[in-house]
């Protein structure tokens, strides 16, 4: 029999999240997806792994699961550009994100001209290449499920 381990990261709310490890067989040779759940984990943003600061906001940093993921809190003037843009050294934000928007307001411009706001309860996926700021009064916060791991930390992949 043909067997995958997948890792999936679960955004359970009020700061916490659980990581599920399952064995699945293949697709094609087997009715069955999931087969197995090997390993679960849970761990909470209230107490991070690591934090990173930054002008007008900062990242909190679990790992969990194999991964890792970033909760941004990003207060009310913030901008990626004048914010974070010096850290990273890049004309635009390098860092793909698979994001759970939990408050605020985040307005996004990707490089290729596409714009659009992103509010509370929005999942979004943003490729490499954009800026963005928070709108209003109220601190943005995300989940991240994707682009923290050098988010702000001045380290490049490439």
């Not at 007008?56 to 901008?79: D, M």
């Not at 890049?90 to 596409?114: I, N, R, W």
């Not at 991240?144 to 490049?156: I, K």
Request: glycine share 10%.
């Amino acid at each position: 029999m043909n067997r995958n381990l997948i890792s999936g990261l679960l955004f359970l709310g009020a700061g916490s999240a659980i990581a599920l490890t399952c064995a699945f067989t293949n697709p094609k040779t087997s009715n069955s997806m999931i087969d197995t759940m090997t390993k679960s984990e849970a761990k909470s943003f209230e107490k991070p792994d690591e934090v990173r600061t930054f002008p007008k906001g900062r990242l909190e940093l679990i790992n969990i699961g194999g991964a890792t993921v970033g909760r941004g809190i990003f207060e009310p003037g913030w901008r990626w550009s004048t914010s974070v843009m010096p850290i990273a050294k890049t004309k635009s934000c390098e860092a793909p994100h698979f994001q759970y928007h939990v408050a605020g307001t985040l307005h996004v411009v990707m490089d290729d001209g596409t714009e659009y706001d992103l509010k509370p309860g929005d999942v979004s996926i943003l490729p490499s290449g954009h800026d963005a700021w928070t709108v209003g009064n109220e601190a943005v916060v995300v989940v991240d499920f994707q682009g923290m791991v050098d988010y702000a930390s001045g380290v490049h992949k490439h």
